[in-house]
């Protein structure tokens, strides 16, 4: 699968984040094999949830959209960047504050 070659360095790019996604700057999320496995794995999960649900159709316009928002922020709730031991930024000055 396309995953686990990404996970061995064969094929390193599978998905990468929109250009003005300020999450994933961080350089460990593009050189760092087992970030960019976490951060393309997120992308494709939350980017086919997202589409999953704007995607429905013969359903009320409002509905849609508070669904479709909903899932939303729960995806960006999920995104790797708001745990400390999936961020790379954050895992750097751990060690220094102790």
């Known amino acids: ?4 070659k990404a996970f061995n360095g064969t094929d390193t790019t599978v ?3 929109e250009p003005t996604d300020r999450r994933f700057k961080d350089d460990a999320w593009q050189n760092d094999q087992v970030f960019s496995f976490i951060k393309q794995s997120y992308l494709l999960t939350s980017d086919w949830l997202n589409s999953l649900v704007s ?3 013969d ?4 509905t ?3 669904v479709t928002f909903f899932t939303k922020a729960l995806t960006d709730a999920f995104a790797p960047t ?3 031991m999936s961020n790379p930024a954050a895992l750097r000055p751990a060690p220094a504050s102790r």
């Open 64 to 66: 849609k959209r508070r």
């Open 15 to 17: 998905i990468e984040a």
């Open 59 to 62: 359903v009320d316009p409002m």
């Open 1 to 4: 699968s396309a995953a686990l």
């Open 82 to 84: 708001n745990f400390l």
């Open 55 to 57: 995607g429905v159709d």
